[in-house]
């Protein structure tokens, strides 16, 4: 890239890296796709960085989403974005009373450009801004459709119903009250498309990720055990 920058390795699996540029002004993140010695895995790495860009292209100016850098060279070999500061919402010490509100708003400003996340299943990549906002990263899966359409439509859902079981899960157990455990995902049932595969695709995806590719998938949940984060003054409307 040619930046003058201080490189962190923050992730690195047999897809490639992804990297954080610390520099005098703001900090970025570099995504190298450049796979490794096992077939095919160059290819697969350069198509999720494409998707990625395009993704992050149609929702540019939104906030909560990573923006691409100027400087990004716009190739699916790599791709540079700027940082988002927080943590998240598997390691967060703090919620809003009123976060998971706001989550599923920024969800739906993200499906309003016809962007399905399609990965929001990980904790990881839900994240908690220091104001409290909720932020989305790791756009690798995402989808881009017109609006409209039942695929769109079907996507959408399992977006949805994934933030519901999010939810329930840090508000249930006197973590939270009743009427926060319930969110725009309430009464989303798993998608016969979701269905068919859990029981086929997945169980394949696992092998190839956690057998072939040594990669673990969605490894930051937070413990059942907690420790679970305070709740704090909602951030209100907006």
Not at 158 to 167: F, G, N, V
Request: glycine share 12%.
């Amino acid at each position: 890239m040619g930046h003058p920058n201080r490189r962190e390795i923050l992730k690195e699996d047999s897809f490639g890296r992804v990297v954080r540029l610390r520099g005098d002004g703001e900090d970025r993140i570099l995504r190298e796709a450049f796979g490794s010695w096992l077939p095919l895995t160059g290819w697969i790495a350069r198509m999720l960085c494409r998707r990625e860009r395009r993704a992050l292209q149609v929702l540019e100016g939104l906030t909560g989403v990573p923006r691409l850098d100027p400087k990004d060279l716009g190739h699916g070999k790599e791709l540079l974005r700027n940082h988002l500061p927080g943590a998240p919402l598997s390691k967060t010490t703090f919620l809003p009373r009123d976060y998971f509100d706001h989550l599923d708003a920024l969800v739906a400003k993200v499906h309003g450009h016809g962007v399905c996340h399609n990965d929001l299943h990980k904790e990881q990549n839900i994240m908690v801004l220091p104001d409290g906002r909720p932020a989305l990263l790791d756009f690798q899966l995402a989808s881009v459709h017109g609006m409209g359409g039942w695929g769109f439509k079907s996507r959408c859902a399992e977006d949805l119903r994934h933030l519901q079981k999010h939810r329930r899960r840090y508000t249930r157990d006197g973590r939270g009250s009743q009427q926060q455990s319930q969110g725009s995902g309430h009464g989303f049932k798993r998608r016969r498309i979701a269905l068919i595969w859990k029981h086929t695709g997945k169980p394949l995806y696992n092998f190839i990720t956690r057998r072939i590719l040594r990669t673990r998938d969605g490894e930051e949940r937070r413990p059942s055990s907690g420790p679970w984060p305070r709740w704090d003054e909602p951030l209100g409307p907006g």
